[in-house]
């Protein structure tokens, strides 16, 4: 694929992560400039604010399967803060997205320092996620507790 397609199903993965947090009730922005955070999250009521990082791939087909693969900075997800950062995966499959794959960052880097998920390059996190039915592994973990992981996210009544 050609860098430019990467910019495009990039931003086709940002607008559909985006859909969803709409269709739960919660308000969306993006930021003027992106210094990591892909968007914005805010429960407006309460004033409740989260921090999201959007991550898409196309799916790459195996036997009976898929997987895709994706890169983060190393340097973003170990720099915690106050309002943690949430990392959507997002993959394109067969002409359709997949559910989400949320996680929050300090569950990551749990992962990625604990249990040795993903691989390190360049100051970047490679992680490869692979589907079997309704489950997903990263590095021989089960990351499938994640999928449509909504659990921060609860679906807000208008």
């Known amino acids: 694929m050609t860098k430019k397609f990467n910019q495009y199903i990039g931003k086709?993965?940002?607008?559909?992560?985006m859909s969803e947090?709409?269709?739960?009730?919660?308000n969306v922005a993006i930021p003027e400039v992106d210094v990591g955070d892909d968007i914005f999250v805010v429960?407006?009521?309460?004033?409740l604010f989260r921090r999201v990082?959007?991550?898409?791939?196309?799916?790459t087909n195996r036997k009976g399967t898929f997987s895709a693969k994706f890169q983060l900075?190393?340097?973003?997800?170990?720099?915690?803060?106050?309002?943690?950062?949430?990392?959507?995966?997002?993959?394109?499959?067969?002409?359709?997205?997949t559910k989400p794959i949320i996680?929050?960052?300090?569950?990551?880097?749990?992962?990625?320092?604990?249990?040795?998920?993903?691989?390190q390059y360049e100051g970047n996190l490679t992680l490869y996620f692979s589907?079997?039915?309704?489950?997903?592994?990263?590095?021989g973990q089960d990351f499938?507790?994640?999928?449509?992981?909504?659990?921060?996210?609860?679906k807000i009544e208008h």
């Not at 086709?12 to 992560?17: D, I, K, P, Q, R």
């Open 43 to 47: 429960e407006d009521e309460k004033g």
């Open 53 to 59: 990082q959007v991550k898409t791939a196309t799916a």
């Open 12 to 17: 086709a993965g940002h607008l559909a992560v």
């Open 73 to 97: 900075s190393i340097k973003q997800l170990s720099r915690t803060s106050d309002v943690m950062v949430h990392y959507v995966f997002i993959t394109r499959h067969n002409e359709m997205w």
């Open 103 to 119: 996680i929050r960052q300090d569950f990551l880097l749990d992962h990625f320092e604990n249990n040795k998920v993903g691989s």
């Open 144 to 154: 499938t507790k994640y999928i449509g992981g909504f659990g921060d996210f609860q």
């Open 21 to 26: 947090f709409l269709m739960r009730g919660w």
């Open 131 to 139: 589907y079997t039915d309704d489950k997903v592994d990263c590095s």
